[in-house]
């Protein structure tokens, strides 16, 4: 019998990317970011899908459905009929945005057709169906509740309903203007940051600030109700007619005018992260509140921008409203590539789910992958120096130059599905290093001082380390570091503000633990990633310590890596000491000057 394949589309608007399900597995999936090299690309993912196909070992013919991961006509009625509400402000944004819908966005069919060379059925799922199904379909619950939760959809914001089984309804919605993402990307925008980019931003600087604008947010911006139902206060607000996100009076509640990007960040702009921090919390604790007592379902799944809040998902998770959370590694709009694959496979087709231990998502390594042959061909072929280490050799040589306080850029098997590095593409350091977060953030990553690094520790010890009770492979849960592994602050240190708090070793591995004793987890296991995970061992058996520095393969500005080239590209322009492609490792002091106008390229690249 035939094998059924579906590629999903997300598009247009962030973080565009392709995934294709093959009889219900995921097989591929990988945002177009990482192929043209433009962050958060939102172009047609032309090279994804292209890729996905590639790894399948099929042609576009072989596919049988093309789905896209929302309606189109939908989403451009609530773009022209909010615009038009705003008139004579909107008609500006109107204006603009109406020739890019007609080329392209709104008759997706065609763009398919003409992107891609496909002539059979397009499908479309609605926004958060999307977000829906990739919450539950690749969990390992065979029923649960979920909740999605974003800027906007088609009009959807928030959403939630259960999932049994192949089946998956949607109980209750939240329409746009009324949005926690938007609430978020507000503060994101007002305390200088990128809008869909800076939100981590926001959330890594929170910790240096204090919540005292808290009841300011709760009383004027947003109607917080306790069923978890919310309804914003427009007042403060002009993303409606898509001029800004805030306006004049949102400045005046909060003492002046946004701040300037890359201007100094002050006490009001980290009070300001901390304060919409808390009101994020409150409300997913409120709306998992809702969601339990509407639904009874033990277990719950999130997706949907605000699911890579990652501060509030541990909050979440340790109220104990449910007895197990399971979280989509590319919650965004990625993700919903996927999602949308899925939701054809199981809904529309009506195929059961296969039982998945501990889920199907595969560790998200789903991106594309070169072996030590490839590799080595692109290493000789351009004359740049390396040493092959043996399988047994790589976990304690590379073990042996992190203990010494040496960066190291480790490229490994497939590239991750998502915004987190995950132990294929990743910059790997000493958790126990008092310098390395600032070394990291200056040298190597050309990034702002205040932002933590997360930890990858082997599964076995996560609970030796910190205060869970359960693995987080997909960096997606904080937790405090175990009060005994912290260190004490003296009365001096504790009388310390804001960035002051930055330089104060907090615990036996400082690198990893943020001004508030928590930090970002990811654990790693010996079946999903067996030479991370060894590597890992190796560290612990030579230094006493199974945990080390994990930051995404990239530089500020940049997508993650995708291919040895990219890689070897990010090591020359930066600080690092040693570059790690599968069993090859080079050592920046043997490497000639990279040339600036060098561009490396790879069958899996462009054309």
Aim: aromatic share 10%; net charge negative; proline share 5%.
């Amino acid at each position: 019998m035939a094998k059924v394949n579906i590629l999903g589309i997300s598009a247009f608007y962030h973080d565009s990317a392709a995934c294709l399900v093959t009889d219900g597995v995921i097989v591929a999936a990988a945002q177009e970011e990482r192929f043209t090299r433009k962050k958060h690309d939102f172009a047609f993912p032309r090279n994804a899908a292209d890729y996905c196909l590639r790894e399948a070992g099929i042609g576009i013919d072989d596919v049988d459905y093309v789905v896209f991961y929302d309606r189109p006509f939908t989403k451009f009625e609530r773009i022209v009929e909010t615009y038009l509400m705003t008139a004579p402000l909107g008609v500006r944004s109107l204006i603009k945005a109406v020739p890019l819908w007609l080329k392209g966005k709104l008759f997706m069919k065609v763009t398919i057709a003409k992107e891609l060379d496909y002539h059979g059925p397009v499908l479309f799922t609605e926004h958060h169906e999307s977000h829906a199904a990739s919450a539950f379909y690749p969990s390992p619950f065979e029923e649960a509740a979920f909740l999605t939760i974003d800027g906007v959809g088609e009009w959807t914001t928030t959403s939630y309903g259960t999932g049994r089984g192949n089946d998956l309804r949607i109980h209750e919605e939240i329409h746009f203007p009324h949005s926690l993402g938007l609430l978020y990307s507000a503060f994101t925008y007002f305390t200088g940051f990128r809008v869909n980019s800076g939100e981590y931003k926001v959330m890594g600087l929170a910790p240096y600030g204090e919540p005292k604008y808290v009841d300011t947010i709760l009383e004027h911006l947003i109607d917080l109700r306790d069923d978890g139902s919310f309804h914003l206060n427009m007042k403060y607000f002009d993303y409606l007619s898509g001029l800004s996100m805030t306006n004049d009076r949102f400045a005046d509640l909060f003492g002046g005018p946004p701040r300037k990007p890359e201007s100094e960040l002050t006490q009001r702009e980290m009070d300001l992260a901390r304060s919409v921090q808390e009101v994020i919390e409150i409300a997913m604790l409120r709306l998992g509140k809702r969601v339990r007592s509407a639904t009874g379902m033990k277990n719950l799944c999130l997706a949907g921008g605000v699911a890579l809040n990652c501060v509030a998902n541990g909050k979440l998770l340790r109220s104990g409203l449910f007895d197990d959370i399971w979280i989509q590694p590319a919650a965004g709009d990625a993700g919903g590539a996927l999602g949308a694959a899925l939701f054809i496979w199981h809904r529309y087709l009506d195929h059961p789910r296969a039982g998945t231990s501990p889920d199907s998502q595969r560790g998200s390594y789903l991106g594309p992958r070169f072996d030590d042959d490839e590799i080595e061909r692109f290493l000789t072929e351009n004359d740049l120096p390396f040493t092959k280490l043996t399988e047994e050799e790589l976990p304690s040589t590379v073990a042996e130059i992190l203990s010494s306080e040496k960066v190291v850029g480790w490229f490994q098997g497939r590239m991750e599905f998502g915004p987190r590095a995950l132990g294929g593409r990743s910059i790997i350091g000493d958790a126990r290093s008092v310098e390395m977060q600032s070394t990291m953030n200056l040298k190597i990553k050309y990034r702002e001082s205040f932002r933590p690094f997360a930890p990858s520790v082997a599964v076995e010890s996560i609970g030796d380390y910190f205060e869970i009770d359960r693995p987080s492979p997909y960096m997606l849960l904080v937790a405090e570091v175990k009060k005994e592994r912290q260190l004490p602050m003296t009365d001096e240190q504790k009388s310390l503000f804001g960035i002051q708090k930055l330089n104060v070793p907090k615990s036996e591995v400082p690198a990893i633990t943020h001004v508030d004793y928590s930090a970002r987890i990811q654990s790693v296991d010996g079946v999903t990633n067996p030479r991370y995970h060894a590597l890992i061992r190796a560290f612990e058996e030579k230094t006493g310590c199974p945990v080390i520095i994990n930051t995404s393969f990239n530089v500020r500005g940049e997508p993650i890596v995708c291919s040895p080239g990219d890689a070897y590209t990010c090591f020359m322009r930066t600080e690092m000491d040693y570059l790690v492609l599968g069993t090859l490792l080079l050592d920046k002091k043997e490497q000639k000057p990279l040339e600036e106008d060098t561009d490396w390229r790879s069958e899996f690249e462009l054309d």
